[in-house]
């Protein structure tokens, strides 16, 4: 095990001999174990390493055990630090609540039995060497998600083109043929067939718009040559016209700039995700999309009049939240983003903030 891949154990006391009789009870574990002789000291050393255990005195000149782990306990960083007392002196019922207040996991007596003290922090290790593991984890795993929606986003876009360009062409070949005999035999005289070329046109043409709108939700065109705007705007009346429910955009700036291309999939996706959910589960008969672009920042707002969500819901409870909710959270999550959701009363808003990327031209090329 390399020096990197050790636990780090910061031992804080400002007597040395005490802290060289600590190195003896631990050296075993095999950590890294980080002298301080003093809290500042020990401070010091927290903002530069990541620390598994601190193990501290609670008697010391300037910052005190107690103060100190009530400084440690303040930074975002050490929410989850493990922080062992050790005294001769405070050992009153008073002195150890005082100590796990101030966000203690243990306090030890003096004198200290060395195989407890290393079951101890053992313990406390191996419960900081899981999590970290886990971080990692949970980062390859976001990660990996991001790819996948990538792909998929990438494969929609493939075979919406293949879909449109493919079948769309047959069909509409198909069309023009049975046009054409159509009107050969309105000038041959017609006769029974006339309406059944008919009917087979009307069906041709029903399946070419079918074959369209699957095509356009699957990777609606304007978002490349149009922009955000242009694809909300169509996907908004499209959704009124099929659901009968009266949607709205609003743009901040009126004159919206151009994002990046990725950026501007992932918000479309995440309206489109949030606007099939209302129709789904909200019972609602408006929803409204705003978009604020301020500062670098990309808000996004969902609002629906229906019937809300459940607390459970509302928190991302494990289990109590959909695939649509979760891909929303994870497209956010890819460009550094967070998604809310509250309740309204009447309804659900979903809140979406991005840090914005504004397009370049050459970008808006590529994509073109």
Not at 142 to 153: F, Y
Not at 226 to 233: M, T, V
Not at 248 to 267: N, Y
Not at 310 to 315: D, H, I, K, L
Request: include cysteine.
């Amino acid at each position: 095990m390399s020096i990197d891949d050790k636990i780090n154990i910061l031992m804080v006391d400002d007597q040395p001999d005490k802290l060289l009789t600590y190195e003896v009870m631990l050296v075993e574990l095999g950590g890294n174990l980080i002298k301080a002789n003093s809290g500042r000291e020990a401070l010091e050393h927290l903002l530069k390493t990541d620390v598994a255990v601190v193990l501290m005195d609670v008697s010391m000149p300037e910052i005190d055990g107690f103060e100190l782990a009530e400084i440690i306990r303040q930074h975002p960083r050490f929410q989850r630090t493990a922080i062992i007392f050790i005294s001769a002196v405070h050992l009153t019922d008073l002195d150890r609540l005082k100590g796990y207040q101030r966000g203690a996991v243990d306090y030890i007596a003096v004198p200290v039995v060395p195989e407890v003290l290393r079951a101890k922090v053992s313990v406390f290790a191996e419960l900081h060497r899981q999590s970290r593991q886990l971080e990692s984890l949970n980062l390859e795993l976001r990660r990996l998600s991001s790819r996948l929606m990538t792909v998929q986003d990438e494969e929609r876009r493939r075979f919406a083109r293949d879909l449109h360009d493919g079948i769309g062409q047959d069909l509409a070949a198909a069309k023009m043929m049975l046009d054409t005999l159509l009107q050969r035999t309105a000038l041959q005289g017609g006769g029974n067939g006339d309406a059944t070329v008919a009917e087979a046109t009307e069906i041709i043409d029903r399946a070419i718009q079918q074959v369209r709108s699957m095509s356009h939700l699957m990777h609606p065109p304007l978002l490349d040559e149009g922009g955000l705007f242009s694809a909300l705007r169509w996907f908004l009346d499209g959704m009124t016209d099929r659901t009968g429910i009266q949607t709205s955009l609003s743009l901040q700036p009126p004159d919206f700039p151009r994002l990046a291309p990725q950026l501007e999939r992932t918000v479309f996706r995440i309206v489109q995700e949030a606007l099939t959910n209302v129709f789904r589960h909200s019972e609602a008969r408006t929803a409204c999309v705003t978009l604020v672009q301020k500062e670098d920042k990309l808000q996004l707002t969902v609002r629906d009049d229906g019937k809300g969500v459940g607390e459970q819901v509302a928190q991302f409870a494990p289990g109590s939240i959909g695939v649509g909710i979760a891909a929303m959270r994870e497209r956010a999550r890819e460009h550094g983003g967070e998604v809310r959701l509250i309740n309204a009363s009447p309804g659900t808003v979903v809140e979406v903030s991005i840090p914005a990327l504004i397009s370049s031209p050459n970008e808006m090329l590529a994509t073109a």
